[in-house]
Each structure stands twice: as C-alpha cells, then as structure tokens.
C-alpha cells in the first residue's frame, strides 16, 4: 500500500497464510478433529501480541502485528468467512468448555472482552477444550 498502512484484506489473508503453515496432523481420507482445529486456534495466538481482547467477529490488527479473539482464532483456524465464526464443532466445544466453568451464561466472546482475562487464561482454557475434544473422540468437524 501507498501510504504505509495495513488494510484488513491484508491481515486476514496473512493470518490465513500464517493458519495453513501451522502443522496439524491431516490425512487425505479426514477432516481435522475439533482437538486439531483447536490446537491450530491456539497457534495462533500462542503469544500475547497475537491475542485481542474484544470482539469476536473481526481479527483486529496494525501496522506491525495482527491479533485475534478466542473466536476469530478458531473460524481462522478453519478457514471460515468472518460471518461463519462462532458456527463451527470447534466453536460449540469452547462454548461447552467455557460454561462448564463459568456456568451457563459463560461465552467464549464474554471471556474474551473481560478486562480480567489475560492471556495466560486463554491459554488454559484452550488447553482444557483440547483436553475436552480429546476425551470426548470426536472423529473430525463440521
């Protein structure tokens, strides 16, 4: 670009790019499981300047390093359109992991925004949903 700035176009083709190079175990004859796309989700944003604190619905970035939420890590992780995040298995199991430890009004996007979450949290949570995914054997995602 001309003047300098990243667009949006841009961020998210990068983190499409940076998703496919990540190494998650495929094979030709199965869809990853939920476990794998969350794994792959967690790659992501494994350092704190990847992560964003806020809105679900659109990774956020600037001129020198591009973040994501919990949500936009997971749709990314599976290549999903921004209006498709929040709508996958991998979804639905961060969602189960996150109420049954923050009861049922718990949502992946209210522990994203709350200024008390850090980053190490997220870190744990996506842990216990792999954990989760892995026990539960699922045989691959929607």
């Not at 476990?35 to 020198?64: C, F, H, M, V």
């Not at 925004?113 to 949290?121: P, V």
Request: hydrophobic content about 30%; glycine content about 10%; charged content about 30%.
């Amino acid at each position: 670009m001309s003047d300098g700035k990243t667009n949006q176009t841009e961020i998210n083709l990068g983190y499409y790019e940076m998703a496919n190079s990540l190494d998650v175990e495929k094979s030709n004859d199965r869809e990853p499981t939920t476990a794998e796309i969350l794994a792959k989700a967690k790659g992501l944003i494994d350092e704190p300047r990847k992560w964003y604190r806020g809105s679900r619905n659109y990774p956020q970035g600037d001129d020198t390093f591009t973040c994501l939420s919990i949500t936009g890590a997971i749709g990314v992780a599976q290549g999903l359109h921004v209006s498709e995040y929040g709508t996958s298995e991998a979804d639905k199991a961060m969602g189960q992991t996150v109420q049954s430890l923050f009861g049922p009004f718990g949502s992946a996007d209210r522990v994203n925004r709350d200024d008390r979450t850090t980053h190490d949290a997220v870190m744990r949570l996506f842990d216990v949903a792999i954990k989760m995914a892995e026990e539960l054997g699922d045989k691959g995602a929607d």
